[in-house]
């Protein structure tokens, strides 16, 4: 199913930028990394990362600090104990700093709310207490389907501190979406809002529990916290959490698990259409996600003003909201709302308000920003940012370009960050202080990460050379697999490269020439849409299952503002209608994919035709079905079942009438 990589011309676009940004003699020299972190991780590795496990409080030390005897299943830091909500909360209290503002909490509408470390301390405490009264306890699943409010992260924090897992369902996913995911891993507590702000109005939220709730018996509670104060249904499983949580005791004595004590599942797209739960544990992602944070961000915990603008429904604000800044006990912003509410220049108001030096970003919002105008964050003072970051998808050298001089003001460090969802950390990103950046490459592997760019055969290309990326060694805060599908664990990521034990990302890359990693985009039928991951499959599955579509092909097409976005060309049904291929017909296919998955997931363009292009053996031939998609000259046909299929879909697309 892989296509080769460096399909297009990104690869032509990207050879042709050769900037180089060294950091300056004054960042270099109050850097957290300094070059010799690379050399003491290439000496030992394990004994860097056993240096790097020593961040946290241990319990119980380890014994070992990995065991790859049943790999592709980790162990890291073997026999060590400890409670990871401890090592986010209570340890900052304890040595002084219950003071200090933990979050900076700003709401949509301009509600704002400073929460100290010895106030997230009693809210974490008070809702560890609740999951208990409630019989929650170590190993069973939470769901959490919440937006951006303070109770998000108490609830994350609450179900690590009794070893329960929780699995955070994005706020803007369907009841349906919702109602799977819950099922898969058999949740017990559902814990969410009564709704949510959206661009500046309250949007319900419960009802999609409601929806999902009945039909996902595992569920005995669902805890609802106020936040519109929308007239919501309520049933007997429903408590309010300001009733619930708020007569809790605000001590709690947190116990050490395992290591390797499961932490969290995340449901993420892969090349079918049933998501993967991605299973992380404690004391190496925590690890990992603690000093990728400290070393990539240059984070100093006295001084500065952290946000990173993921949402925590992404592994992003997993690891850079919640696990990773916490661990480090940070200062850091967190913000409700959409980036024009109430007008287009939101995020520098709250960057200037709060003296924000550390910011976080995604490149789909950088290019939105880009198109909304320079002239905006000129008006604000952004004096104060001194790292910027990127995450989710590869930045273009514009994006970046004008990311630098008009949010960085020319001199701050952009740290292009790759990862994923299975990585639960960053994996490949420059160390600021210590690499020249260049505008669009990830650059280099962390000190104690191994990654190569490797051909079809598994043989690592020369400098110059493009092919797939491949992570050569184990990493603490790798997943411990996709939640009961050991099978579909293998297969999708190790057996690719089995012979070589290497995991296989899913990414084109390529070398330059100097050894640096740009990376390319999936070779696999996964779109990457405004940085989020949705399979192809998953919405070709929601559009067949409308009952005016026969027959479904979608394909990611090149975007200028989201990466890619999603066209959808559709087989309908004989017995549709006249006007199933009309206007009013198309919007209500999108909306019925929104109501599937979610908006998230909703076809840019929508293509009615009468035949797809399929191969001898009847796999779609997605290629051609990009190339009309992003308006270029259809390519290669010759292995087509019917080669005249093509020309039949360009006739269609010109009568006009199949665009959304
Ligand atoms: O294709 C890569 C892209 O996002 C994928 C991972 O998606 P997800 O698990 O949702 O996690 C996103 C946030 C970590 C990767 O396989 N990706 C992520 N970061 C970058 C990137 N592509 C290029 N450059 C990046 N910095």
Redesign the pocket.
Known sequence: MTQSPGQGNALDNLLTESRTFPPSDEFAAQANAQPALYEEAKADREAFWAKQAERLHWDTKWDQVLDWSGAPFAKWFVGGKLNVAYNCVDRHVESGHGDQVAIHWEGEPGDSRAITYAELQREVSKAANALTSLGIGAEDRVAIYMPMVPEAIFAMLACARVGAMHSVVFGGFSAEALRTRIEDSACRLVITTDGQYRRGNPAPLKPAVDEAVAGAPSVEKVIVVKRTDTEVAWTDKDVWWHELVDSQSDQHTPEAFDSEHPLFILY??GTTGKPKGILHTSGGYLTQASYTHNYVFDLKPDTDVYWCT?DIG???GHSYIVYGPLSNRVTQVVYEGTPNTPHEGRHWEIVQKYGVSIYYTA?TLIRTFMKWGADIPAKYDLSSLRVLG??????NPEAWIWYRENVGGGKAPIV????????GA?M??PLPGVVSTKPGS?QRPLPGIGAKVVNDEGVEVEHGGGGYLVLDEPWPSMLRGIWGDEERYRDTYWSRFGEQGFYF???GAKYDADGDIW?L??VDD?M?VS???ISTTEVESALVSHPTVAEAAVVGASDDTTGQGIVAFVILRGGAGADAGGAEAIKALRDHVAKEIGPIAKPRQIMVVPELPKTRSGKIMRRLLRDVAENRTVGDVTTLADSSVMDLISAGLQSGKAED
Do not use: K, M
């Open positions: 993420t797209s993921a992404w592994v992003t490149p990127s995450v989710g998808e590869p930045i292009d960050t790759w990862w994923q969802t299975e990585t960053i490949i990103s990830a990302a899913g990414d990376l985009g999936r996964v990457n940085g989020h991951r």
